[in-house]
């Protein structure tokens, strides 16, 4: 089991440029999760999916922020057009149903200079 | 509105003494609740949690107090290890399947 899966590990962009993170989920988990981690919030949920649909995406910021789940192995989470206040570390994690918390990948560290 | 609030950014400990890290939540529907550990450059991993409809729960040098009345939970460590430095977040859930977090604490423990 390789766990939970993000790329890249780390992104540096300039302003105004469009960012795709993705993640590839653990096998057989039906939810998958985007979080943001920053210093004055702390770990945020973003959106959630289960069974590849999107199901709660009130965390979203704005517009510029959008997800997708194609199928059950992979994720993308790409912000258009990019900002400096969007810098932070973006995790993905899933789960299955029955499970009481989730596997977290290992971060992307976004920067937007 | 912050609905899982960890008040205290950073606490430091001696080696050997117990660490006590503190959680508050606001929502009286949280059905369980977990810490989650997280070092530089890795995602969080699940240490423990507690349901509920428990007050206490025990995983070898960990124990997780639930005190619903004042919707309060904490974390100790007994004894603590420099290997425990890391940033532990408090976490809710039963609102459906997701989990709402708190802003973590970063606990550094001194040897």
């Known amino acids: 089991d390789a766990g939970v899966i993000q790329s890249p590990r780390h992104e540096v962009t300039e302003m105004g440029q469009e960012v795709t993170l993705r993640c590839k989920p653990i096998s057989g988990h039906d939810y998958l999760f985007w979080y943001r981690q920053t210093m004055m919030r702390g770990l945020e949920l973003l959106i959630y999916f289960n069974n590849n649909v999107p199901i709660d995406d009130s965390g979203m910021p704005e517009d510029r922020f959008s997800a997708k789940m194609p199928n059950a192995s992979f994720s993308t989470l790409k912000i258009q057009p990019s900002e400096p206040r969007d810098s932070a570390v973006y995790f993905c994690?899933?789960?299955?149903?029955?499970?009481?918390?989730?596997?977290f990948g290992s971060g992307t560290r976004l920067t937007v200079v | 509105d912050q609905q899982v609030k960890q008040n205290s950014p950073s606490l430091s400990v001696q080696e050997g003494r117990i660490s006590i890290l503190n959680c508050d939540y606001t929502n009286s529907m949280f059905d369980y609740f977990l810490w989650y550990k997280k070092y530089p450059a890795e995602g969080p991993t699940f240490l423990i949690s507690i349901s509920s409809i428990k007050d206490k729960n025990e995983d070898g040098r960990f124990t997780v107090f639930l005190n619903k009345s004042a919707k309060h939970l904490s974390l100790h460590i007994v004894p603590s290890q420099p290997g425990d430095s890391a940033v532990y977040f408090c976490?809710?859930?039963?609102?459906?399947?997701?989990?709402?977090f708190g802003a973590g604490t970063i606990l550094r423990v001194k040897s």
């Open positions: 976490a809710a859930g039963g609102l459906g399947n997701k989990l709402v």
């Open positions: 994690a899933s789960s299955r149903p029955s499970d009481y918390g989730y596997t």
